[in-house]
């Protein structure tokens, strides 16, 4: 089946420090890839997704490029900032009916000043 | 425009009560999910509604039931709660063709 596995947190960065998540995913066919973001107290959030291999995805300074060879999307920032701070989730869906999620277990971002 | 609505946002049960968690949205979205978040494991599938009229079991449906009330709603019960249902719910939605999941704000459930 689908799974995605996440580099475990809390990671911890100062300002404008470069990020890094790590995202790996095991899927059958072609899948579409997402991340998304949890700020505290709310619901999820898209940040950006890639439908195809090479794709990059960005949104909001964030990128990911997915990698098909590695079976990877990693999300990336060149400097992050304390309004960073929030629960970031690697996903994928394949394209069947009801576009059901695959999620990672969260990595937890915080950006001190 | 309010997107995707739950309601209640907290709730404390007893063991063996029941409840309903609701969601409504206004996007005019065909399928809808119910997710639990528990810590460290990411988001899991309870059930979903790929259109108004139907309803499957995702990853973990056991102690649930939902019901596709319209295009609308989509409600979630529990009819008698467990502390392993200790649990932040949320409701999202998608149109059939795109990929992009909208969630609501999630609803806080304990079970004592």
């Known amino acids: 089946g689908n799974s995605v596995t996440q580099m475990e947190g809390p990671v911890t960065l100062s300002e404008e420090a470069f990020l890094t998540i790590n995202c790996t995913y095991t899927?059958?066919?072609?899948?579409?890839l997402f991340w998304y973001v949890q700020y505290p107290g709310e619901g999820l959030q898209l940040l950006l997704k890639a439908t195809k291999a090479d794709d990059k995805g960005s949104n909001k300074g964030f990128e990911a490029t997915y990698r098909k060879e590695t079976t990877s999307f990693h999300l990336e920032k060149g400097s992050v900032q304390v309004s960073d701070s929030a629960v970031y989730f690697c996903?994928?869906?394949?394209?069947?009916?009801?576009?059901?999620?695959?999620f990672g277990g969260g990595t937890r971002l915080m950006v001190k000043p | 425009n309010a997107g995707v609505t739950q309601t209640p946002k907290f709730q404390v049960l007893k063991t063996g009560q029941s409840m309903t968690l609701q969601c409504a949205q206004d996007?005019?979205?065909?399928?809808m999910y119910w997710y639990r978040q528990d810590p460290g494991m990411g988001l899991r599938l309870i059930y979903y509604s790929a259109s108004e009229g139907t309803t499957d079991k995702g990853e973990v449906p056991n102690g649930y039931n939902v019901s596709r009330l319209n295009k609308r709603e989509f409600s979630l019960r529990l009819e008698s709660a467990a502390p392993s249902q200790t649990s932040v719910y949320f409701c999202?939605?998608?149109?059939?063709?795109?990929?992009?999941?909208?969630f609501g704000p999630g609803t806080r459930l304990t079970v004592t």
């Open positions: 996903a994928l869906t394949r394209n069947n009916a009801g576009n059901m999620l695959t």
């Open positions: 999202a939605t998608t149109f059939v063709t795109h990929y992009e999941q909208y």
């Open positions: 996007m005019n979205h065909n399928s």
């Open positions: 899927a059958t066919g072609y899948p579409s």
